[in-house]
């Protein structure tokens, strides 16, 4: 249960460094891409990928854009099946993850000398 647990915290917070640089790198998306959408797709595709097996469900994404930094926070609640827990009455153990970070917005101004 612990292994799982760890396995769930990394993916939340490989997911949340992977919402925020998302808008970081890019904090104002050509065609009007919602930037909260953004994240959330980003954020989601990164937990699946890094998620345990058995990891049901989809973690809740938000992000905030505020002077030059992005907070990109991603939650995730689930029940992980329990094999000896059915034993003591119950069949399935309550797990979440939580991950912030904070990082800053690429400056998209020209460094070179004229």
Known sequence: MARFRSHVQRAADAASVA??????????PAGGTDVDDRAS????AVFVSHAPRGAA???AVAVRSTGGA??????????????FGS????DAVSVDASATLLTRIADS????AP
């Open 19 to 28: 919402a925020a640089e998302a808008i970081a790198r890019h904090p104002n």
């Open 41 to 44: 797709k980003v954020a989601n």
């Open 57 to 59: 469900g989809t973690p």
């Open 70 to 83: 992005v907070t990109a926070i991603v939650g995730y609640a689930g029940l992980v099946p329990s094999n």
């Open 87 to 90: 034993a003591l009455g119950y």
């Open 109 to 112: 101004r020209s460094t070179s």
